[in-house]
């Protein structure tokens, strides 16, 4: 799989479910008492086990909205 191609999973990695969909939705986080949002997220959720799976570029949206990866990279900077 080349970084272009887009994740795909027809079944839940951890319970086997056929359910699991592919969604986008606002997520809301805390950090330290912060809550914080990152909106949009596109990720695989499973509705029989909980699962959520994210792709490369989930995670990078995530990183780039929490409080805990702002601070880590202000100490690398620094």
């Known amino acids: 799989m080349t970084m272009n ?7 839940c990695p951890t319970c086997g479910s ?4 592919r969604v986008v939705r606002d997520i809301t986080r805390k950090y330290k ?7 949009k997220v596109v990720f695989y959720d499973c509705p029989d ?4 799976v994210y792709d490369h570029e ?5 990183k780039a909205h929490s409080p805990a990866y702002h601070k880590a990279e202000a100490l690398v900077e620094a």
């Open 5 to 11: 191609d887009k994740l795909q999973i027809k079944t």
């Open 18 to 21: 056929e359910k699991i969909r």
């Open 33 to 39: 008492g912060q809550t914080y949002l990152i909106p």
């Open 49 to 52: 086990y909980g699962e959520k």
């Open 58 to 62: 989930a995670m990078l949206k995530i």
